[in-house]
């Protein structure tokens, strides 16, 4: 949930103000209401959103929720949310720590369209830690876990009612930040995991007088984690408190585009990366399991070359509906591994030509002008997209495929190898799909065709080597093959 992201940044914004020494002061108290402030906006400590009081040698922070969302005019209901509240203590030479034990339970009530919707959403065992000492490498860290989360969700719409509920367990996110090696910005890593997770969905029959019916959802564990490498995350910093100084003017601030222009490249490296075990789902007339499905996300930031990398890891995967075909389960990927990575120059000068755009801060789009001059300068810029040794396995078919292609003056080159241990079980599934479902002796002759075009490597798979000429010639396996132009 995203609230795990954002929580330990904005509760720790108020640990940048200036340490001083023992006993807390109402003058300390009154430096970290106004760095709040220059993040969030003064109405949080105007409204009375935020706010800090000196306590020992400490500062007791409090955010009253229930004002915050008041001040958002939701639409009408009842919302029940408690304030949270953690303590800030300054130490020697600008150090400080934060810690915090108690998340508040939330309850609402509202109108849905035809009804009334409710809900609550509870914490258990919450914990925040961190600790802010300059005189460390690793000067910013912080630890926020749950021990439970449970939620209830009800509608009741034109007489019929519908329940959510979700529960997760162990949850946990810890950050850490330091200076960038290169001196420039500052390097964050993030982590984040929970053991369990269980969500059901009851909804009204669609049958008049039928039973509820019934959605389960369930996996064991989620890891996933990011850095960034290079963040600038003071000159971020200083757009973010600038768009806030202005947020009520009426047109974009002119010092916008500068401010941002000296962010850039905003990041030197991001890499992200996601884990899901032991996924069940079950529905009335379906399931669907899955062992393992992992995602990773590689992006530089607006540089003079800027790169892209993607990876996709599927295992184990079965699907089963009463409403497919049973020759379906055949196509279903058992597994997949999937990896792309792009690459081309210029990404610097597409964010210039993006901030000289009249539109840009004010509507929030890009006129046309600008995104072809965009999409003119990455073509211009050597474009080179390329497929690491990936798979697809279905019990009918293993299959392999690599390569990579550019592009250069417009013209687009590349070379691709793809490879299948047979296609003979693919092809008598085809034949025997054809007996009931005449469209599939389409593809038995597209299959048999692309079986003529391979030839059989070492191992006895069959490969095809496709090649892509600048002049957009292709060839299999060196046979030309015809392409309209």
């Known amino acids: 949930m995203r609230y795990r992201r954002l929580l ?36 949080v400590i105007d409204e009375g959103i935020v706010s800090v009081a000196p306590d020992g040698d400490s500062y007791v922070v409090t955010w009253n929720l229930q004002k915050a969302v008041e001040l958002a005019a939701p639409p009408p209901g009842e919302l029940d949310i408690g304030a949270l509240t953690y303590r800030l203590t300054p130490g020697p030479g600008g150090a400080w720590t934060l810690k915090g034990e108690h998340f508040p339970k939330i309850a609402f009530e509202g109108r ?20 802010y000492d300059p005189a460390l490498s690793e000067f910013l860290r912080s630890t926020t876990s749950v ?14 009612r519908s329940e959510f509920s979700l529960s997760e367990d162990g ?20 982590a984040q995991a929970f053991k369990a997770m269980r969500e059901s969905i009851s909804t009204p029959s669609p049958d008049e007088g039928g039973d509820p019916e019934q ?4 996996l064991t564990s989620v890891v996933g984690g990011a850095s960034f490498e290079g963040l600038r995350a003071r000159e971020i910093g200083e757009v973010w408190t600038y768009l806030v100084a202005h947020a009520d003017d009426s047109a974009t601030p002119p010092e916008l585009k500068t401010r941002i222009q000296s962010a850039l490249p905003l990041w030197r490296d991001i890499d992200a990366h996601a884990e899901i075990h032991d996924l069940q789902f079950n529905m009335p007339r379906g399931s669907a399991t899955l062992k393992t499905l992992a995602e990773t996300l590689r992006l530089t930031g607006f540089a003079a070359k800027g790169s892209v990398q993607f990876g996709l890891e599927v295992e184990d995967m079965a699907v089963k509906s009463d409403l497919a075909p049973p020759w379906l389960d055949a196509f279903w990927p058992a597994s997949v591994s999937l990896n792309l990575s792009g690459s081309s120059d210029g990404w610097d000068e597409a964010a210039r030509i993006a901030l000289q755009d009249p539109q840009f801060g004010d509507k929030g789009d890009l006129s046309p002008r600008t995104q072809d001059e965009i999409a003119a300068t990455l073509a211009a810029g050597h474009p080179k997209l390329t497929i690491a040794p990936s798979h697809v396995k279905t019990p009918a078919l293993d299959m392999t495929f690599e390569g990579e292609a550019s592009a250069e003056a417009g013209a687009a080159a590349g070379h691709f190898k793809v490879t299948a241990d047979s296609l003979d079980k693919t092809i008598a599934l085809l034949v025997e799909i054809g007996k009931t479902e005449p469209d599939a002796q389409n593809a038995v002759f597209a299959v048999t065709f692309l079986k003529g075009l391979a030839r059989t490597g070492d191992d006895g798979r069959l490969v095809w080597e496709v090649d892509v000429a600048g002049g957009g010639e292709v060839t299999v396996n060196g046979t030309p093959m015809p392409v309209g132009r």
């Open 215 to 218: 959605m389960t959802y369930a």
């Open 171 to 190: 949850l946990t996110l810890e950050a850490r930040v330091k200076p960038s090696a290169e001196g420039n910005g500052v390097d964050v890593a993030l």
């Open 8 to 43: 330990p940044i904005l509760i720790l914004c108020g640990m940048s103000a200036g340490a001083r020494a023992a006993p807390a002061t109402a003058r300390g108290a009154h430096d970290i209401e106004q760095t709040y402030a220059a993040y969030l906006g003064h109405a």
């Open 147 to 160: 021990e439970t989360l449970q939620g209830a969700f009800q509608i009741e719409d034109s007489g019929q």
């Open 112 to 131: 849905a369209d035809k009804g009334q919707a409710s809900g609550a959403l509870d914490l258990g065992g919450f914990q925040v830690e961190g600790v």
